[in-house]
């Protein structure tokens, strides 16, 4: 199933796939940002080689089908404003379909992640992609909590997702969900 949502618009962001040659070096200054890496977790990697390894995570989601991140167009000014989409995540042993949104610090507190996120969420459930969504969002990324909650998610449970501690958030479809 195809999670990528290239070519679509919102009322002021355009998605479209990543492209490493062309979006490196707008994307490395988020992995350069104190305040942005605080949720992440790059153990003794520089800015630069942790990039490169999420560059090749996304690669790899797109060769397989596992849905990925989206970069995020402002279509005003045709800049480079972050990422979001539908990933496929594996959680407790079970394949659940998650909306991830990241933008780059100065691009903070403009509506964008809760724009995209919710986008997001509409299609998943309009193309009934699955029954619910989560979010995986660090315990002290506060800003992050926040979008999940204004899209209508839920809180679900506290748990270590790739060594980091996280809350885990849902949304259901109403009109799928049991």
Same mark, same amino acid.
């Given at each position: 199933?195809?999670? /990528? ?12 796939? $990543? ?20 949720? *992440?977790?790059?153990?003794? %990697? ?7 390894? *999420?560059? #090749?995570?996304? #690669? ?5 089908? *596992?849905?990925?991140?989206?970069? %995020? @167009? ?9 990422? &979001?989409? /539908? %990933? ?6 079970? $394949?659940?379909?998650? !909306?991830?949104?990241?933008? /780059?610090?100065?691009? *903070? ?6 724009? #995209?996120?919710?986008?997001? !969420? ?11 969504? !989560? ?9 992050? @909590?926040? !979008?999940?909650?204004? $899209? ?13 501690? &996280?809350?885990?958030?849902? @949304? ?7």
């Amino acid at each position: 199933m195809d999670y /990528l949502l290239d070519g679509i618009e919102t009322e002021r962001l355009r998605f479209r796939t $990543i492209n490493q040659q062309k979006d490196f070096n707008l994307w490395l200054p988020f992995f350069q940002s104190h305040e942005a890496m605080k949720h *992440w977790p790059m153990g003794n %990697l520089s800015p630069m080689e942790f990039a490169k390894q *999420w560059y #090749a995570n996304q #690669a790899h989601r797109y060769e397989n089908n *596992w849905g990925g991140l989206n970069a %995020l @167009i402002e279509k005003d000014s045709g800049r480079l404003v972050g990422h &979001a989409g /539908l %990933l496929t995540q594996k959680i407790e042993g079970k $394949i659940e379909l998650e !909306v991830a949104y990241s933008l /780059l610090p100065e691009h *903070w507190k403009k509506g964008y992640a809760t724009e #995209a996120a919710q986008f997001c !969420v509409n299609y998943a459930f309009k193309k009934r992609l699955c029954s619910s969504l !989560v979010s995986i969002i660090s315990t002290n990324n506060e800003p992050s @909590i926040a !979008v999940a909650k204004r $899209i209508g998610m839920q809180w679900e449970q506290k748990n270590i997702f790739q060594q980091v501690e &996280a809350h885990l958030y849902r @949304i259901r479809n109403k009109h799928l969900s049991k």
